[in-house]
């Protein structure tokens, strides 16, 4: 557990804030953390929680001596709670109802070490129907002191109910030279951390999938893709769809997303922008594919891209979903 503000790398102003709110004792009783996976929306959180939770909290800060600050260091503290998002079989994860009437059957009783306690719910947009309307009867009308802290890289996935009853906290992505520092701080070397910090977009989380060999194939794939559309027979396509097929739909939507950041690169090349490249380290074989896509074609191809990851995320046949989008990407590009 993260109890350091100064782990957090990047969001400075927005710690500030919080800073701020808690020494003006102005700590709203629900907040909602949103933004990209692996940017400190949970180090945030932890740090928070450990200066909320602080017998002695000072500018900000929690002492760290306390009885209190020992607890949650030790992982053992009465009024902090946390829930996360678990799988039963081959379900998807998701929070269920009965894990809520938990936390409430937990955080009904008088705090027992601190003034208050202390709520973190991990990836918030995966509780289901039940479970949602049960948290927002909680929310809705706490019990004692109590302070929510809910974390989502996807705030539109929740109800409107429980959106409306939280201060949102909005999470930046993570610049390079950020991202970088974050990736070193985990083990990789400098130059692997530079790289894999240009194709992240601006997440830690999505920085260490890509060290993954499946996925560095997916990049890999959604280069090579971009070099041969418009050349490919509709035999090679369908072949290529049944291929793909093979991945789960969130591989699929992450190598669309690949595909997507190709086409981003284009049109910054086209610019002559000074913003950074997501295959920086690719530059030559993008620049050999200006003449094949004009600006215009790129826009189209983008909301292509879009239309079909929207797709996947629907329960639709993967192959089916593959070939209509190939056929249409070469149909663009021819």
């Given amino acids: 557990m ?12 927005l710690i500030k804030r919080l800073q701020t709110l808690q020494m003006e004792d102005r700590i709203p ?7 990209a996976e692996g940017v400190g929306k949970a180090m945030t959180a932890e740090a928070l929680a450990a200066v909320l939770l602080c017998h002695e909290p000072s500018a900000g800060q929690h002492c760290g001596r306390c009885p209190a600050c020992h607890a949650l260091a030790g992982g053992s503290h009465p009024d902090y709670f946390q829930l996360r998002p678990e799988s039963s079989g081959k379900a998807a994860k998701s929070i269920k109802i009965e894990a809520v009437r938990e936390l409430q059957a937990g955080i009904a009783r008088v705090p027992l070490l601190s003034q208050r306690r202390v709520v973190i719910i991990h990836e918030a947009e995966k509780m289901n129907e039940a479970a949602a309307n049960c ?17 989502t890289s996807a705030p539109a996935a929740l109800l409107d109910t429980i959106v409306s009853r939280c201060m949102r906290v909005e999470f930046g992505v993570l610049q390079h030279d950020e991202l970088q520092e974050v990736l070193c701080r985990q083990g990789l070397q400098e130059a692997e951390a530079g790289r894999l910090a240009d194709i992240a977009d601006g997440s830690a989380a999505r920085a260490m999938s890509l060290r993954e060999p499946e996925v560095q194939e997916l990049h890999r794939q959604a280069l090579t893709l971009t070099e041969r559309s ?6 090679e396509l369908l072949q290529l769809a049944k291929e793909l097929s093979g991945c789960s739909r969130e591989q699929l939507i992450q190598w669309l997303g690949f595909v997507a950041m190709i086409y981003r690169d284009l049109l910054v090349l086209y610019s002559g922008s000074e913003l950074p490249l997501y295959n ?23 909301k292509l891209v879009q239309e079909y990851q929207k797709r ?23």
Avoid at 314 to 323: A, D, F, H, I, W
């Fill in 2 to 13: 993260n109890t350091q503000w100064k782990n957090i790398v990047g969001h400075s102003e």
């Fill in 280 to 302: 920086r380290s690719e530059l030559n074989r993008l620049t050999a594919l200006l003449d094949r896509y004009p600006p215009a074609r790129l826009l189209e191809l983008l």
């Fill in 29 to 35: 009783h629900a907040m909602l953390f949103c933004g």
């Fill in 135 to 151: 948290l927002l009867k909680t929310i809705e009308e706490p019990a004692g002191q109590a302070v929510f802290m809910l974390l």
């Fill in 312 to 334: 996947l995320r629907s329960n639709v046949s993967l192959q089916l979903c593959l070939e209509g989008f190939f056929i249409r990407l070469n149909a663009l590009v021819a």
């Fill in 230 to 235: 418009g050349r490919l027979s509709v035999e």
